[in-house]
């Protein structure tokens, strides 16, 4: 079992709607909690960054982390056709003196339709 | 520059070749990250440099990979004896800082690297 389960999708939804990602995991060590997009061909981009639990808002996008039920999630509201992408989970403990040794996950894709 | 530039983008290596791929962090980041990611999965963690030491190599999955920094800006990660199964994109990533919302990494578009 991946220390990390994420839906490899895809997931298509209809412009305007709102979008649903989520991930699981299993290490309790996990503090930081991240949320990348990647579109193809390029490298992952950050857009959203949680230390512990809680939640946190930027624009259309909000992610939460559940650490007791270890589950984050990321929504997306207003979803338009340019956030069709990969969107990957990927999480961290304080390893090597740094947050960023991250674990992902396998990433889901989403396709926004007009 | 702009961002983190890798070179090649794509790399065609025979099986048994060594390669060499480059990365070039943003200016004045400390902290260089090398990840490997397959088809359909997410990146893999391989390396991590803080400047021109080496912290953490715990993900490299054979002894014929070698990665280094020596003066603390550029990084070359080295295949040495590829095989099919180190075919993947290869991505960089550079942060300004060690911790902290400052650690943002900031990936590179990576290197595809296939193995005949």
Redesign the interface.
């Known amino acids: 079992q991946k220390e990390?389960e994420?839906d490899?999708g895809p997931l298509s939804v209809p412009e305007g709607a709102i979008v649903s990602l989520n991930c699981t995991y299993s290490n309790s060590a996990f503090q930081y909690f991240m949320w990348y997009r990647q579109y193809s061909?390029?490298?992952?981009?950050?857009l959203m960054?949680t230390y512990s639990s809680g939640n946190k808002e930027d624009g259309r996008f909000t992610a939460q982390v559940d650490k007791s039920s270890k589950y984050i999630s990321l929504f997306i509201r207003d979803s338009q056709p340019s956030d069709s992408a990969t969107y990957?989970c990927?999480m961290s403990a304080i390893?090597?003196?740094?947050?960023?040794?991250?674990?992902?996950?396998?990433?889901t894709r989403l396709q926004v339709t007009l | 520059g702009a961002g983190v530039s890798q070179s090649p983008r794509y790399k065609v290596a025979k099986r048994g070749q060594d390669v060499a791929l480059r990365c070039d962090p943003i200016s004045g980041h400390v902290s260089l990250f090398w990840y490997q990611q397959a088809l359909g999965q997410g990146p893999e963690f391989l390396t991590y440099f803080q400047n021109e030491a080496q912290l953490d190599k715990s993900g490299l999955p054979s002894d014929r990979f070698f990665a280094e920094r020596p003066e603390g800006s550029v990084s070359t990660l080295k295949i040495q004896r590829t095989q099919q199964e180190d075919s993947a994109v290869y991505l960089c990533a550079s942060s300004l800082a060690r911790m902290g919302e400052d650690e943002k990494l900031f990936f590179g578009s990576g290197t595809q690297l296939s193995v005949l």
Request: hydrophobic letters at 30%.
């Open positions: 990390v994420q490899p061909r390029k490298g992952p981009e950050l960054y990957l990927a390893d090597s003196g740094t947050a960023s040794k991250l674990t992902f996950g396998t990433g």
